[in-house]
């Protein structure tokens, strides 16, 4: 398990890939880079970077914003990042779920 997030846990029916981490302290686009360093058993640096998929700190600056607006509901901020199909959620959770086309 990644220090940096929760454990992932693992949806065969939807082969889906969900993931808890703490957003009081690690940012949304951390927490996504830590899930796939596990998922595909990879360093951050073989990753390519993040920002060709989804500008991180926009990514960060939406979930937080939202996070702690008063009376903000859950929001999800989906994209593509090569062959996956990843889903943020301001409460703290990630989805990450294979493609079928890499990207």
């Known amino acids: 398990m990644s ?3 929760g454990p992932i ?8 890939y ?5 957003p009081q ?17 990879s360093d951050a640096t073989d990753l390519p970077p ?9 990514l960060d600056r939406l979930v937080r914003t939202t996070r702690y607006d008063a009376g903000a509901r859950d ?8 062959q996956w199909s990843i889903s ?9 779920q294979a493609t079928d086309r890499p990207e």
Do not use: M
Not at 26 to 35: L, N, Q, T
Not at 88 to 96: C, L, P, Q, T
């Open 3 to 5: 220090k940096r997030v």
């Open 9 to 16: 846990e693992f949806d065969v029916e939807t082969n889906t």
């Open 18 to 22: 969900r993931i808890r981490y703490d």
């Open 25 to 41: 302290t690690i940012s949304p686009s951390v927490a996504v880079i830590s899930a796939l360093e596990e998922i595909t058993a």
């Open 50 to 58: 993040l920002y060709g998929a989804i500008d991180p700190q926009g």
């Open 75 to 82: 929001i999800r901020i989906s994209f593509q990042y090569q």
């Open 88 to 96: 943020v959620f301001s409460a703290g959770r990630i989805e990450i």
